[in-house]
């Protein structure tokens, strides 16, 4: 399948190795990636938060480039940027008189064609695939796989998996080989953008998390959300009780996890970037962790 | 030479205000064809009608036309008066000049040449109409009721005590539907079986009540009065005429570990089974999916097991028993087929929009169940003799957490509509756990409290005031097993702040859904069903138990749901209608009906494929070799409704609506237009 | 009616070809709701709008007809269960066929009344009017028929 590919900030910031791992399993997988030509923020928090109009223009302007690219899907792996484009491609669809405002706005031709997708859904549905092309299976690996807030709701948005309930991420780590963890605290919020400034909401959310995972006896938390990466893995440190000397949990992007199981090598897939060591993850696959992985900074 | 009369009517001021009647009846007067017109005061007074009654005779008049009030008022009227003078009464139209004139319009002129053109376009149509007779259709005073819940029953047995011959068709191996499976009845908490196995007893001992249990309707052909059936009777296996219920086979049986039916999964049941001790009739019937000898013969290997025909003492158990089909013939169909709950959490038989509730853990956690299976816990018949008992360790329950709403009221997940009954059992519910278990701790989640109904509000009062229920406005987000117990993580709307309890149990009020297959047995009824499936009423207020297709009716829960007084109510009601269509021993029927002219059908059956009623068949037209010259459309006028789809359809113009013929609106639209 | 255009001006002729069961019955309504309306329509009743041929409407442009109105129950309303389905599609073509004979769309009125919509007939009586009125005579088809 060929899709338009919206990278949005964190591809090429604090999350590099979601992009590169997503880069390094889409071929493999089939899947190919054309980049929005000339893309633009998507908007999230401070446009949505200041005006409606901003928020859904911004991502439609993306949307139409995509368009003009020839692409009737976009992929947008983050998930706040999914939120986004798939939330502005919703209210243009229900809302004729804004779909004239942004036409307007835009001032190129904009039709409202593409479906948005993210990451968790592709893979989803390249399940079989991922299967037969498996290399180095996870086999023992337990996962919890963490949706949080932004992935599966609102539902008449996403539509791609039950809001209340989902079961893609499980697939995906199923068809790896791995084992999900059945847990709690899949839609919890993990903190989002108040990572800088309510450092102790993120750090009381994001403990639960963890605890929860650990209690389900998950070797990793599996992710697909930048903003949820960064809160638990950077703050994860942060959240250690005193006196406390519980192993780190790694944070893993969900494409990470398929590229460990199709055998890609670990450094290929930013294995090393995270603060917390992924050893417990990489050791897993067979290819081992060839690079040296930060430890917890 | 067509002489038609003319009787324009003033409706005392109502017509005669606006319109000048006299100049009315004097211009049409003039309208070729027209003998007599004259005007009157009140045209459908005794004196009135005597005035047309008399021109008819005096004129020899071949056509009456009213101009009055709308034919919705008076056409009835005025064809009787026609018909008593020996016309036929499909002659006799009115022009409505009070509706859609005089009461419209304050311009007298223009009003009173509108008069003229409605009146002459009904001389028009009149000069055209032809004699029509009522169509006479025969009735079989048999009624099949498909359904054995206590709607079935009911209607069977109101019908039956009527005097007319009744067909049950249950698909079960025994009727009593879900009422059967329940503890107490609310608001009056009496036992359900008390007073349900009385009427099952009585519907098999009905000498005009025909049972046949685990059998399903398989096609349907016919029409209102005359109606033919095809019943599929699956095999049993076990010949009913040499069972005599004892229970030896049931008792040999060495796989008892099947999950039972009736018991929701809760209790188990062996291969070959009754499903419940009032069974009725009380004959078992094999489970051909979990039989040891059934399952190695189907492998080819040779029988494993004898024991139910080894222990039967009269040689009933019989394996080689085949699906039968019986063709009833019966004159009225009830449809009372009932619910079933919706599928938490799972596949709702195909429908993906009804996926829901995962989040609930029920089918994981063992101790989250729902309303029926409370019911069975709570019953004294059931798999753990009316204690209240934890699936998971059998352990008595502390606290139990109900949760209403569950499917139901919730456009997100498929299912807006309020199931009804909810609020009433789950106060039930409420108040049977704390009778039961001294100290007991009930929560019930709701969204609102819905009891209307006598007795009920005061019956979810008791629960709350007197019993002890304590009452939470609000949803639960998550459940999940923490230990020993199962946390409750929800939202007290009222109080404004998160509510979560550790529950011992919980039990999910789960929404009324209409049985899986509703559709293709609407199909085969031809009645239509909304998008859950529930059957359609003919009309919401006035027509509540018949359905589109004449002589099809519908009670209880198919219809929508229904709590036990209100299917009991609809049955009666269903039987009352039946009872009534077969006080005659012919139907009669308004003749305006389609009509095939079979010279010129090509037979291409457009009109086949446009008909809502199924009323178009094949028809061969041979010669006097008998050999088929063609094949041709031809309407059965017991089934044709009369709404001429299939005549504007027809490319050949071979189909005409009797009463309402091409010629005739072209007349009309001609003596408007010119 | 005689003559379409008198002193006081043009006074538009319409053909009303409704269902029995639910526009005429709110047209009945209307009456006994005493709502005024133009009085330049004339109702042709039909048991159902699947029994309304497009050749009716044809018909009455032919014979002089400055316009016409179709109307019967709304979707899922229909007493006889679907007759309204198949008009609405039949209705759709007709007015392809209309407008690619050159007749202007505002001489045709397709709509849906209830039998509880007696001001909804009243509005489409005289919306239809207004407009047919804006379009003046239709002489030219019932001369392009054969002037009959």
């Known amino acids: 399948m060929k899709v338009a590919y919206f990278p949005g900030c964190s591809m090429h910031g604090t999350s590099r190795e979601y992009g590169e791992s997503l880069h390094a399993v889409a071929e493999p997988l089939g899947v190919e990636l054309d980049e929005v030509r000339d893309w633009n923020c998507c908007g999230a928090s401070s446009a949505h938060a200041s005006s409606r109009m901003l928020a859904v223009a911004l991502p439609a302007r993306s949307l139409a480039l995509a368009e003009a690219q020839g692409h009737e899907q976009l992929l947008a792996p983050c998930a706040a940027c999914y939120n986004r484009l798939a939330g502005a491609r919703h209210e243009i669809a229900e809302d004729a008189e804004l779909a004239g405002h942004v036409k307007r706005i835009l001032a190129r031709p904009f039709e409202n064609r593409v479906a948005v997708l993210n990451a968790v859904e592709v893979l989803r549905d390249l399940g079989e695939t991922i299967k037969a092309k498996a290399t180095s299976p996870l086999k023992g690996l337990k996962v919890a796989c963490y949706y949080g807030c932004l992935l599966v709701r609102p539902a008449a948005v996403t539509r791609f998996d039950d809001p209340e309930d989902p079961s893609s991420m499980e697939a995906v780590v199923k068809a790896c080989g791995a084992e999900p963890v059945a847990w709690r605290m899949r839609l919890e919020c993990c903190g989002g953008g108040f990572s800088l400034s309510r450092k102790p909401s993120v750090v009381r959310l994001g403990r639960a998390i963890l605890e929860d995972a650990r209690k389900a006896g998950a070797d990793a938390i599996a992710v697909a959300c930048p903003m949820c990466h960064s809160n638990l893995d950077f703050r994860q440190k942060a959240m250690a009780r005193d006196g406390e000397d519980k192993p780190p949990m790694p944070i893993v992007f969900i494409t990470q996890v398929v590229g460990l199981a199709l055998g890609i090598a670990p450094e290929k897939l930013g294995m090393q970037r995270h603060f917390v060591s992924t050893k417990r993850v990489t050791s897993r696959g067979n290819g081992e962790a060839t690079a040296p992985a930060a430890e917890v900074g | 030479m067509a002489r038609i009369g003319v009787f324009v009517c003033h409706c005392g001021e109502n017509i005669g205000r606006t319109v000048d009647c006299h100049a009315v009846a004097e211009a049409l007067g003039q309208v070729p064809g027209v003998a007599h017109a004259v005007d009157y005061k009140y045209m459908c007074s005794d004196p009135g009608q005597q005035l047309i009654k008399a021109a008819i005779a005096e004129k020899q008049l071949t056509g009456v036309v009213v101009a009055a009030c709308s034919p919705h008022m008076h056409e009835k009227t005025f064809r009787r008066a026609a018909s008593s003078a020996g016309l036929n009464p499909f002659t006799c139209e009115m022009a409505n000049v009070r509706e859609h004139c005089s009461w419209i319009h304050e311009d007298r002129a223009s009003a009173t040449a509108k008069a003229i053109d409605l009146s002459r376009m009904m001389v028009e149509k009149v000069k055209r109409n032809v004699p029509l007779s009522t169509i006479r259709i025969p009735v079989t005073r048999r009624a099949l009721v498909i359904g054995g819940g206590i709607a079935g029953i009911q209607a069977a047995l109101d019908i039956a005590d009527g005097g007319a011959e009744v067909v049950l068709v249950e698909k079960a191996p025994s009727i009593g539907g879900h009422m059967s499976q329940l503890s107490e009845t609310f608001p009056t908490l009496d036992c359900s079986q008390c007073i349900l196995t009385p009427r099952m007893v009585e519907v098999y001992q009905h000498p005009r009540i025909r049972l046949m249990s685990w059998s399903e309707v398989e096609s349907v052909e016919g029409y209102i009065g005359n109606f033919k059936v095809t019943i599929r009777k699956k095999a049993r296996g076990v010949d009913e005429d040499k069972c005599n219920g004892c229970g030896a086979c049931t008792r040999a049986c060495p796989n008892k570990r099947i999950p039972s039916e009736f018991d929701c999964g809760l209790g188990k049941r062996p291969a070959i089974y009754v499903p419940f001790p009032q069974a009725v009739p009380n004959l078992p019937v094999v489970d051909r999916a979990r039989c040891t000898l059934l399952i190695a013969r189907s492998k080819g290997k040779k029988d494993a097991c004898m024991k139910c025909v080894e222990a039967c003492q009269r040689g009933a158990i019989d394996f080689e028993q085949k699906d039968r089909f019986v063709t009833e013939e019966v004159g009225a169909i009830v449809v009372a087929t009932g619910y079933q709950l919706y599928e938490i959490g799972r596949d709702q038989g195909g429908r993906k929009d009804l996926h829901g509730y995962g989040e609930y853990g029920y089918g994981t956690i063992p101790d989250v169940i729902d309303g029926m299976q409370f019911e069975r816990l709570a019953s004294a018949s059931g798999p753990t003799a009316g204690r209240i008992l934890r699936p998971s360790d059998g352990r008595e329950p502390r606290t139990i957490v109900f949760l209403q709403c569950v499917g139901s009221r919730d456009p997100a997940k498929g299912i807006e509509y309020c199931s009804k009954i909810c609020c009433m059992y789950v106060a039930k519910h409420a108040m049977l756990y704390r009778h039961k278990e001294n100290g007991g701790r009930a929560v019930v989640f709701y969204m609102d409290i819905r009891a209307a109904g006598k007795g009920y509000d005061e019956f979810t009062r008791r629960a709350i005031e007197e019993e002890g229920a304590e009452y939470v406005r609000g949803r639960v987000s998550r459940m999940y097993r923490d230990g020993d117990v199962i946390k409750v993580v929800g939202f007290d709307t009222l109080g404004g702040e998160p509510f979560g309890v550790d529950a011992d149990m919980v039990v999910l009020a789960t929404a009324m859904r209409p049985q899986p297959g509703i559709e293709s047995l609407a199909q085969k009824l031809s009645v239509s069903y909304d998008r859950h499936g529930f059957i359609n009423e003919a009309h919401p207020k006035l027509r509540p138990v018949e359905t589109n297709t004449a002589g099809v009716f519908v009670a209880g829960a198919c219809q929508a749901p229904r709590d036990i007084p209100d299917s009991v109510s609809m049955a009666s009601a269903t039987a009352s209608k039946v009872l009534g269509l077969f006080s005659n021993e012919m139907l009669e029927r308004e003749p305006t009906v389609a009509r095939v002219d079979a010279a010129i059908c090509a037979g291409c059956f457009h009109c086949e494929r446009v008909c809502p009623y199924g009323a178009v068949t094949h028809m061969e037209v041979k010669d006097r070799q008998g050999n088929v010259l063609k094949v041709v459309a031809d309407v059965n006028p017991g089934v044709c409704q009369g709404c001429g789809t299939c005549v504007a359809t027809c490319p050949s113009k071979s189909v005409e609506l009797q009463g309402f013929t091409d010629e005739q609106v072209w007349a009309q639209i001609q003596a408007f237009l010119g | ?148």
């Open chain 3, 1 to 148: 009616m005689e003559g379409t255009a008198t002193a006081t001006g043009f006074e538009p002729r319409i053909t009303a070809f409704v269902c029995n069961w639910c526009t005429y019955t709110g047209a009945d309504l209307a009456g006994t709701s005493r709502l005024q309306m133009a009085a330049n329509t004339r109702i042709v009743r039909l048991p159902c709008t699947g029994r309304i041929d497009p050749a009716f409407v044809i018909k009455a442009f032919e014979r002089g007809a400055d316009g016409v109105i179709v109307s019967g129950c709304h979707p899922a309303d229909c007493h006889y269960t679907a007759g309204n389905y198949h008009a609405r599609r039949r209705f759709a073509v007709l007015r392809e066929l209309l407008s690619f004979m050159g007749v202007d769309e505002r001489r045709v009125t397709f709509s849906w009344v209830s039998a509880s919509e007696g001001a909804k007939w009243r509005d489409v009586v005289n919306g239809a009017v207004e407009r047919v009125r804006e379009c003046g005579p239709f002489e030219s088809y019932r001369a392009l028929a054969g002037g009959v």
